[in-house]
């Protein structure tokens, strides 16, 4: 379905309306969602598909996904959330892993940023080069 500016601008206008201090405020949103099915303005349906992708990307971008070799210590855990709650701003979801195909270091991913300092992937950037050559 395509979608109108005008439905892209009113989808971004609820979506700024539903946050707070920069971090999206799930029961704002929800009332935002009910009192458009309640008023049904003109093309309501596309407004709501626009605003739920702006939600869902915005999730996406919330989450931090940080995988090692070996479970982290509690300081470098602490060290990281800093780091990344400062480069990316409050609100952001951790979560922590462990994948051992990573022989060595570790990857960190944001949304759709990924920092792979692993030795994995410096043996694949490797591969790729004597593959190329």
Not at 4 to 17: C, G, N, T, V, Y
Not at 79 to 84: E, G, P, Q, R
Not at 98 to 116: E, K
Request: aromatic share 6%.
């Amino acid at each position: 379905m395509k979608i109108s500016k005008q439905a892209r601008r009113d989808a971004k206008e609820l979506f700024r309306a539903a946050q707070n201090n920069g971090v999206l405020d799930e029961e704002r949103v929800r009332v935002a969602v009910n009192e458009l099915i309640a008023q049904k303005p003109r093309g309501y349906a596309a407004i709501l598909t626009q605003l739920e992708r702006l939600v869902r990307l915005d999730i996406a971008r919330r989450n931090a996904r940080i995988e090692s070799v070996v479970p982290l210590d509690g300081a470098l855990e602490g060290s990281l959330k800093a780091a990344l709650t400062r480069r990316y701003g409050p609100g952001l979801q951790f979560s922590f892993g462990v994948n051992p195909a990573l022989i060595a270091g570790m990857r960190v991913q944001v949304g759709s940023d990924v920092y792979d300092g692993s030795v994995r992937a410096r043996l694949d950037a490797l591969q790729d080069n004597f593959s190329a050559t």
